[in-house]
């Protein structure tokens, strides 16, 4: 199973920018698709993004447009740049990958890096 590592999430004002990056321990090549959810308190963890190995993404409707995620596979790391933030984007954020094997989904998550949104 890989390890997923997330890096960047910190305070910033509405409006702001962050950049969120997930390094995984091994190769990613192998990893079908990799995104990142978010956990706000006392809500469910819900998907923000993901993005296959093949390079095809997926947003969640609350984020586009301000959001973007990108794939490294040279360098086995995944980043969101998180744009126009808002209040309602504060959430523990978390890395994820599913790669299948021998046929099996097997799902990796990282500890998750604060993202807080506030003046």
């Known amino acids: 199973q890989v390890q997923l590592v997330e890096s960047g999430g910190g305070l910033v004002q509405p409006g702001g920018s962050l950049r969120l990056s997930c390094a995984a321990s091994r190769s990613i090549l192998s990893i079908n698709v990799m995104g990142w959810y978010r956990q706000a308190p006392g809500k469910e963890r819900e998907l923000v993004t993901t993005?296959?190995?093949?390079?095809?993404?997926n947003y969640a409707d609350s984020v586009k447009g301000r959001f973007t995620i990108f794939r490294d596979n040279a360098k086995n790391l995944v980043s969101l740049q998180m744009n126009s933030l808002k209040p309602e984007d504060t959430a523990v954020y978390y890395c994820?990958?599913?790669?299948?094997?021998?046929?099996?989904?097997?799902?990796?998550w990282g500890q998750g890096t604060q993202v807080t949104v506030s003046s």
């Open positions: 994820y990958g599913r790669e299948y094997v021998v046929g099996f989904p097997r799902d990796s």
């Open positions: 993005i296959t190995s093949g390079g095809a993404t």
